[in-house]
């Protein structure tokens, strides 16, 4: 996922305005205007770097005099302690800006880092490891851009962009048609005639005989939600040999729910070509980042 810079530049002015308000008042009222200084950031844990761009952004926003000497490229793995930038120029600048640069790029790394050791530990040819709506707002564009940047993929960026069928939807379905047995191939079809053409559609499922249901009707995506390896498994044979028998477009399958670093691995072993993760955006802890002053 790019970062559309239009956008960016809206966010970080807002941001800004919000940390610096009428303006710093610790800084103008002990810094000189004409003053410059030399700063280091410094990336004070290990882990998978990320957010450079928007650090350019935000000193571009306040000053374009700050020049941002960059050491590493984004999405290098770095150690703890390692220098990742240096920052010279108007010293009030440096100083307004720095809060939200180590916020951005703590939170940016934290999710890039987090996300890496998923894919990780699910391994080469494994299952595509992708992200969730379960992002911080205001800030979904940015998350799922640390997780293209850790080895992950990106689910739907909104609501707008793909079918997703949930449980809720399923229900409200049945309630609308006043038929409790409406099967989920009747509700395919008619999302298939309604949502538009090249519109993906996936549908959530949650065990095999709603599964044997939905996929009759070849979605493009069938969510398996919080089921059991062995199911998994079972859905995953089942999905193989209809497409083989049938010769129709294959299903995609997603395993989601409880998903965890301790059974990431286990789950794609089951065959499923997707895993998505919600922890990846809601719960990255964010990495520690400082701006040091040369003295």
């Known amino acids: 996922m790019r970062i559309n810079r239009t956008d960016l530049r809206a966010f970080l002015k807002n941001a800004l305005a919000e940390d610096i308000g009428p303006g710093d008042i610790t800084t103008g009222s002990m810094v ?101 709506r379960k992002t911080t707002p205001g800030l979904r564009a940015l998350e799922k851009y640390a997780v293209v940047i850790g080895g992950g993929r990106n689910h739907r960026k909104g609501l707008w962009d793909q079918v997703l069928v949930k449980d809720n939807h399923i229900a409200l379905w049945r309630t609308q048609t006043s038929a409790h047995t409406t099967s989920l191939r009747d509700l395919v079809e008619h999302i298939r005639a309604n949502a538009g053409k090249g519109i993906k559609i996936e549908i959530e499922v949650e065990n095999l005989h709603e599964f044997k249901d939905a996929i009759t009707a070849h ?50 072993r089951t065959g499923v070509d997707m895993i998505s993760i919600g922890a990846l955006t809601h719960s990255a802890r964010s990495l520690d980042f400082s701006l040091e002053v040369a003295r």
Do not use: W
């Open 32 to 132: 000189r205007r004409t003053a410059r200084t030399s700063a280091q950031l410094i990336m004070r844990e290990g882990g998978v770097l990320c957010g450079l761009p928007v650090l350019r952004e935000i000193f571009l926003l306040l000053d374009r005099d700050v020049r941002v000497i960059v050491q590493h490229r984004e999405g290098t793995r770095v150690k703890s302690a390692t220098i990742i930038a240096t920052l010279e120029g108007p010293a009030r600048a440096i100083f307004a800006g720095e809060r939200l640069a180590l916020n951005i790029l703590g939170r940016l790394s934290g999710i890039a880092t987090l996300t890496s050791r998923y894919v990780a530990a699910v391994g080469v040819g494994g299952a595509v490891i992708l992200d969730t």
């Open 219 to 268: 979605p493009d995506i069938i969510l398996l939600d919080n089921m059991p390896r062995a199911a998994i498994k079972s859905a995953v044979s089942f999905r193989n040999q209809l497409a083989a028998e049938r010769r129709q477009p294959i299903t995609k399958l997603e395993a989601s729910g409880g998903i965890t670093l301790k059974n990431v691995r286990a789950v794609s």
